[in-house]
């Protein structure tokens, strides 16, 4: 049997070919109906805001009182990392924004189906050419490839902006025009989200890596948090400026707020960056060991042969140098983890709403979540400072996995959709397939040509179960139970996080680091590409229950491969008697600064699990 939700959309379908699947609203009659809602979630977002600076000064004065060794760590950052977390502030801050604002604005133009849409090519963009973007950021200068893809990141989020603004000032005489908008629109995004990542990855992976070289100490493990640090914090401050903007100023407006905002913050970090460039001598100089400089002409010989097997050969290349990585087995981990619906993205989020949770508690738990976040990040320092990255790491791990398992439990929970039985009864493949073609019909929609369309809206159908009469033993504990357990699990997602990362920027070549962590991204879009293939194939509340299983199973996955490279490098270590990322085949060309107190390898010790 249909849920109420499928089946009142189904029948205004039906009847009203202007009504979309997931667009609903109460009182279309009045446009700032919805205005509380944003309201609310701003106010919610602005209280993540405050108790997050509170938990994290908390954090800071406790960090200081554990470990006496923390106070040098985190003083005063100097001139040039200044300049770099203040560009990282605003790209992160602008990347928010957008990736915020644009499911409001792609939800009142075409419902979740739309936003779905826009996130799956999203994704599969980011697999594709992630890969591709890190060996050119390797192949390229620091400055120029960094300035490229941060022009790149904000021309084409200020392009898909305003043809947004195009589309919502179309009306349906203007199809043609709209869907040309619409569907350009969307392969600009995906272009901002590929030259991000690139940005990201150049700021995170790379500049850090040489910056903390130069200031010879043990910096790293706490440049790396701060970085974190900033993120989670822009996830926090971005919904409450989005929901301001949307609120006050429309749609329509707020696009042209975003085409302005991105052109200036382009400008101003561009400058930041120059000048962190010019003052780090060191990011000028592409350190290569001795054994890559014999390898230089047999690689420049082969390109002519590489280039016969087209982009087939390019491919394999970039993936046998990932492959090839003393800390492939821990890095492969962390990609398996984004196979997984149990994040605070679109999927968790709707199944939150389809399920009673309304908006104002969704925000608490995703401000939680970032919140827990920054703790990760700040207990990361610390443990990484007393144990180590690895040991870090694998703590961090089993924290995710506990926490995870209460979603598990959670549908097994009074409340819980979960019946896959009657939903593979009355499956037939006429209907998912008419469904699915029903998710690609994109119209452009007024909210006052659909007010007027037969006198009739459609209503927002009755919650299942009513949140204001919450009970631990009722109906909302299966769902109240999920949220719990994807909120606790970033404490250790993000330890775990922070841990790999700064083992692969330890291990990895100089030279090849952006192409590693290129296809690293592109693996961890792989994945994402897969569950939403999964979420596609499987749309039904009925069968989120087998998405989390299969999260979880995924998440295992990645901890048991995490336990492999520990075992195998412990074992490496006892046969040579040096720490695994210290031993190289050939040393350096050129004397290396030690970082964290191991210089940095030039080949891999071992092979893929």
């Not at 042209?256 to 001598?281: C, G, M, P």
């Not at 250790?492 to 990362?501: H, V, Y």
């Not at 083992?503 to 994945?527: D, H, K, W, Y």
């Amino acid at each position: 049997m249909l849920s109420n939700t499928a089946i009142n959309v189904h029948h205004a379908r039906r009847t009203n070919p202007k009504c979309k699947e997931g667009v609903y609203k109460d009182n279309t009659d009045n446009p700032s109906a919805t205005s509380p809602n944003r309201l609310q979630l701003g106010v919610n977002a602005l209280f993540g805001c405050v108790s997050t600076s509170f938990l994290a000064l908390f954090a800071a004065v406790a960090c200081r009182s554990i470990n006496p060794a923390l106070p040098k760590m985190m003083k005063t950052p100097s001139r040039p990392f200044q300049f770099l977390y203040l560009s990282y502030i605003i790209s992160c801050i602008g990347d928010r924004l957008w990736t915020f604002a644009i499911i409001f604005v792609l939800q009142h133009l075409g419902g979740m189906r739309l936003v779905g849409i826009n996130q799956l090519i999203e994704s599969i963009s980011a697999m594709v050419l992630a890969s591709y973007v890190g060996n050119w950021l390797d192949r390229k200068d620091r400055r120029n490839g960094t300035l490229t893809v941060l022009a790149v990141n904000n021309i084409s989020v200020a392009i898909s902006a305003a043809l947004l603004a195009v589309c919502l000032s179309l009306d349906d005489s203007n199809r043609l025009a709209y869907s040309s908008c619409l569907a350009l629109s969307i392969v600009f995004c995906a272009l901002s989200k590929c030259a991000s990542e690139g940005e990201k990855m150049a700021f995170t992976k790379d500049w850090i890596v040489v910056m903390a070289k130069v200031e010879g100490s043990n910096t790293l493990s706490s440049h790396n948090a701060t970085m974190t640090t900033i993120d989670q914090l822009s996830s926090v401050i971005a919904p409450l400026l989005t929901g301001y903007i949307l609120q006050y100023s429309g749609h329509r407006t707020a696009c042209f707020v975003f085409v302005i905002w991105n052109l200036l913050s382009w400008l101003i970090e561009r400058a930041f960056l120059v000048r962190v460039y010019n003052t780090v001598e060191e990011l000028g100089i592409r350190e290569k060991g001795s054994e890559a400089k014999k390898e230089l002409h047999a690689e420049s010989n082969s390109l002519k042969d590489s280039k016969n097997s087209g982009c087939f050969g390019t491919v394999c290349g970039l993936f046998r140098t990932y492959f090839h990585q003393t800390v492939f087995p821990a890095a492969f981990g962390l990609a398996l983890l984004y196979m997984t619906v149990l994040g605070f993205d679109g999927l968790a989020i709707s199944h939150g709403k389809a399920q009673g949770v309304p908006e104002n508690i969704l925000g608490v738990f995703r401000s939680a979540g970032s919140v827990l976040g920054i703790l990760g990040a700040f207990s990361y320092q610390i443990t990484e400072q007393r144990l180590g990255a690895k040991k870090t790491g694998f703590i961090g791990l089993i924290l995710q996995q506990m926490f995870l398992w209460l979603c598990v439990l959670s549908v097994f929970l009074p409340g819980s959709p979960f019946d896959p039985i009657g939903y593979f009864n009355e499956w037939t493949f006429e209907s998912w397939l008419a469904q699915f073609r029903s998710s690609l019909y994109i119209l452009p929609q007024d909210d006052n040509i659909q007010a007027s369309l037969n006198g009739t809206v459609l209503a927002v159908p009755p919650a299942r179960s009513s949140w204001a009469d919450f009970d631990i033993t009722g109906d909302m504990a299966s769902i109240f139970l999920f949220f719990c357990g994807i909120t606790f699990a970033r404490l250790g997602l993000w330890m775990a996080d922070l841990s790999i990362t700064q083992l692969m920027q330890e291990s990895i070549p100089e030279e090849e680091r952006n192409t590693v962590f290129g296809v690293q991204n592109a693996l961890s879009q792989f994945f994402s590409v897969l569950k939403d293939v999964v979420v596609i194939l499987l749309p039904d509340e009925r069968t989120f229950g087998f998405l989390i299983i299969m999260s979880v199973f995924f998440v295992g996955m990645g901890f048991l491969n995490y336990c492999y490279y520990m075992t195998k490098s412990r074992r490496l270590t006892r046969i040579s008697g040096h720490p695994l990322a210290s031993i190289a085949d050939s040393p350096p060309e050129t004397d290396r600064t030690e970082l964290v107190t191991l210089p940095l390898p030039t080949d891999a010790l071992l092979a893929g699990a």
